[in-house]
């Protein structure tokens, strides 16, 4: 009788422990149109849900659903990938001809900072082109950071021609995501009040939507007329300085702010044309008089003043 007893309390905690295990797992749900689906592959114990779309596959940690919630978490899955397959779509069109094959990109989630990107905060997302994989470790600035991310797996893992060097890596990247692209991702996350806030200062194209290209021109020209000087800001080799005249008078390639490098290269390939730009993306500041003609400085003070034009042409003002 005792060994009776012992058995149905075993079968008994056995069913428990299946319920239990059953309520871990994902209801089944779809995210803005995507299903998720259980991990059966690797490392399914960290990143138990998978969601795969036509240009990438998320890998959704456990430990993110459950810091901030799973409503929370999937409710901005969905808000990135209601644009994401758009903007992937346009990047691939917008290089075509100079990419081979595109493989799908594996991107993981990491707010909770499992990595050691993660843990220090200082980006919104990182593109390891050398494993190929995305990691995004804020998830609000993923909506802006994502599209310059996959320009980077494009340029550096997909691309014909070889790119050597922060300024160039940073600048192509800038000027797929934010000049040649829509960037849906980017443009989504302002209200309408936001929206209509930059209509008013001449920062939205012809269907209302934000204009990035114009925002970046407008800051580039903040940035020559001096309005940084003494104040810390982010260059293209990714260490923050600060802004001094010097830095003014005399630019270098490696210290150039992200929207200097991106208004400037779309100014060379303007100028030039993709062709030549994109096949010499690994020369040095004192290559630019034989590949372009004249030396760097020169040019990027040509680019300047044209900027300068542009901005009081379209009453552009940051302040």
């Known amino acids: 009788m005792k060994n009776r007893i012992r058995i149905i309390a075993l079968l008994l905690a056995l069913i428990l422990c299946i319920g239990t295990l059953s309520g871990c797992k994902a209801k089944a749900r779809t995210v803005a149109g995507f299903a998720v689906e259980e991990n059966e592959g690797r490392s399914e114990t960290s990143y138990p849900y998978i969601v795969h779309t036509s240009h990438a596959t998320w890998h959704l940690a456990a430990?993110?659903?459950?810091?901030?919630?799973?409503?929370?978490?999937?409710?901005?899955?969905?808000?990135?990938?209601?644009?994401?397959?758009?903007?992937?779509?346009?990047?691939?069109?917008?290089?075509?001809?100079?990419?081979?094959?595109?493989?799908?990109?594996?991107?993981?989630?990491?707010?909770?900072?499992?990595?050691?990107?993660?843990?220090?905060?200082?980006?919104?997302?990182?593109?390891?082109?050398?494993?190929?994989?995305?990691?995004?470790?804020?998830?609000?600035?993923?909506?802006?950071?994502?599209?310059?991310e996959y320009a980077h797996y494009l340029t550096h893992c997909c691309m014909r021609y070889e790119i050597d060097g922060n300024f160039w890596s940073e600048a192509i990247a800038e000027y797929v995501s934010k000049f040649i692209c829509k960037n849906r991702m980017f443009c989504s996350v302002y209200s309408e009040d936001g929206r209509t806030a930059l209509a008013a200062r001449g920062f939205a194209n012809q269907d209302g939507d934000p204009d990035i290209r114009k925002m970046y021109c407008a800051a580039a020209a903040a940035i020559r007329d001096g309005l940084m000087i003494g104040?810390?800001?982010?260059?293209?080799?990714?260490?923050?300085?600060?802004?001094?005249?010097?830095?003014?008078?005399h630019p270098t390639l490696t210290m150039l702010s992200y929207y200097e490098a991106g208004c400037f290269f779309d100014w060379l390939v303007e100028r030039y044309g993709k062709e030549l730009v994109f096949a010499n993306m690994t020369i040095g500041q004192g290559e630019f008089r034989e590949v372009f003609g004249e030396d760097f400085e020169t040019l990027f003070f040509a680019w300047a003043e044209d900027n300068q034009t542009f901005c009081e042409e379209n009453g552009l003002k940051l302040n």
């Not at 100079?98 to 997302?125: N, W």
């Not at 293209?236 to 001094?244: D, E, F, G, I, R």
């Open 63 to 148: 430990a993110d659903i459950e810091m901030m919630g799973e409503e929370v978490f999937f409710d901005g899955l969905e808000r990135i990938l209601e644009n994401q397959e758009a903007d992937f779509t346009d990047a691939i069109a917008m290089l075509d001809g100079y990419l081979d094959e595109v493989p799908v990109i594996d991107i993981y989630t990491d707010f909770s900072g499992r990595t050691e990107q993660g843990k220090l905060g200082a980006f919104g997302a990182y593109c390891r082109w050398n494993v190929p994989c995305i990691e995004i470790y804020q998830p609000d600035m993923a909506f802006a950071e994502l599209l310059h």
């Open 231 to 249: 104040q810390t800001f982010s260059v293209v080799s990714q260490a923050p300085v600060v802004m001094t005249e010097r830095m003014l008078e």
